[in-house]
């Protein structure tokens, strides 16, 4: 199996091996094994809900750094949308872009305004009327990666138009490389990330190809970038998008944007994976349009962000008010030309990657089904999670593979002492026959 680079690790010396992780994670990823976690990275998707999740900060998200622009010429910084909401709303957005200038950036480039080119290209896509129905959204990478390795059959179901984050990377890099003289290799582009996946995008060289140099986490550069923003910002006019682009921060973003009405935006990695579930099951004929974001309340919820998903919805509706009383509803077709923003077959397509494969002999795999299936029978099937593994049905899973034993279940390990407690009641019982004067 290929490597895969992962950005949620393990700080192992942090792990107190409770089962917080292992009962939280979506892919059932994460075992307890000596005490501490470990990550099946074939199965993690690196939605970071282990890294909001354990108690003792023992997760973190690897992205890039400031001092990573000393590699290249010319740097371009592309603030997610989210990035916005982690400021108060008197902090205009020119300040904060100012900020990035300020921290070393020579250019800067809003994520929001690719969203709003990808809001009329999803408005076309739709119209053709030729896509798997429902059409889900494949925005945010977490979401993406969880279809590939728990929901393969959806992959037909995904919008073939790259994430707003991409399409800025590649109009920004063209455009700089055009006026300035400069080869692409020479321009970074850095996304300012609010979750850990699109790192894991960027650096997975056997996926889908990036046009964005690296991601930095929020998280990283917000103590920095406070210091950077100018308490006085004389109309630099580095903002130029729109509160429909910006919008796409928080859950119903995107769909506000687009042209159908039959939507469904859900979010939160455990219900959007069961509402892929019913979307397999097809309970969920009749939509139309899927917004999936895995976290809550959509990037604003991002593991990387510094703010409280509440008090950043907040914000955002903030400055949604003083957006819109200096622009119009409907504006999106002043952004420019949408039409290279639909890939027609430029994007390589999403493959399946299967998070479970017994054995690649047929005979061999279908033996570990039986054994899973009868070892399951015998696990108390309390899903306690004591045992290292999230489910009595995983740790049937870990034990056809040879990765754990039926005595790691705490209960049936009791069983098993009794019985030998048992056991040796009835043996010290025992006299030789020799002493035994019922016996003569």
């Known amino acids: 199996m290929d490597e895969y680079f992962h950005s949620v ?3 192992s010396d942090r792990c107190k091996g409770c089962v917080s992780c292992t009962k939280r994670c979506p892919t059932e990823a994460i075992r307890i094994r000596g005490g501490k976690a470990q990550i099946i990275e074939s199965r993690c998707i690196d939605c970071g809900e282990c ?11 690897v992205t890039d750094q400031l001092a990573d622009l000393a590699e290249y010429a010319y740097n371009v910084a592309l603030p997610a949308p989210a990035l916005y909401a982690q400021f108060s709303a008197e902090i205009g957005i020119d300040a904060i872009l100012v900020g990035l200038l300020n921290l070393g950036f020579d250019e800067v480039f809003e994520v929001a305004q690719a969203a709003e080119l990808v809001s009329l290209a999803i408005n076309d896509y739709m119209a053709r009327g030729q896509a798997s129905r429902p059409v889900i959204s494949s925005a945010c990478p977490a979401v993406v990666r969880l279809i590939q390795v728990k929901f393969p059959e959806l992959i037909d179901h995904l919008l073939p138009i790259n994430a707003p984050v991409e399409v800025a990377a590649r109009l920004v890099r063209q455009k700089c490389s055009k006026q300035l003289n400069l080869k692409p290799e020479q321009i970074g582009i850095w996304f300012i990330t609010p979750c850990p996946a699109k790192m894991t995008v960027i650096k ?3 996926d889908l190809k990036s046009s964005i140099s690296g991601a930095i986490g929020i998280s990283k550069i917000y103590g920095d970038l406070l210091k950077a923003i100018p308490t006085e910002c004389p109309n630099p006019r580095l903002h130029k998008s729109t509160w429909q682009g910006i919008g796409w921060a928080v859950a119903g973003g995107e769909t506000s944007t687009i042209n159908e009405l039959n939507t469904l ?3 939160g990695i455990h219900s959007v994976s069961t509402a892929l579930e019913q979307v397999v099951m097809g309970k969920l004929t009749g939509l139309d349009y899927i917004e999936a974001l895995a976290c809550a309340g959509g990037c604003i919820g991002g593991a990387l962000n510094v703010e409280d ?4 919805e907040h914000r955002m509706k903030q400055r949604k008010r003083t957006m819109e009383t200096v622009q119009e509803a409907g504006e999106l077709d002043s952004v420019g030309d949408y039409s290279e923003v639909l890939l027609s077959g430029e994007r390589p397509p999403v493959e399946p990657k299967p998070v479970l494969r017994l054995d690649d002999d047929i005979m061999k795999a279908m033996s570990k089904v039986e054994e899973i299936e009868s070892t399951l029978k015998r696990l108390p099937g309390f899903d306690c999670g004591l045992c290292g593994s999230p489910s009595c049905y995983t740790l049937a899973q870990d034990i056809a593979q040879g990765m754990a034993s039926e005595t790691d279940c705490i209960f049936k390990l009791r069983e098993k002492v009794r019985d030998l407690a048992q056991t040796m009641i009835e043996l010290a019982n025992k006299l030789p026959p020799s002493l035994d004067k019922e016996s003569s």
């Open 309 to 312: 998903r509440f008090v950043a």
């Open 265 to 267: 935006v859900v979010y």
């Open 204 to 206: 997975q060289a056997n």
């Open 51 to 61: 890294i909001r999740r354990c108690p003792t900060h023992a997760k973190t998200a």
């Open 9 to 11: 690790r393990l700080i």
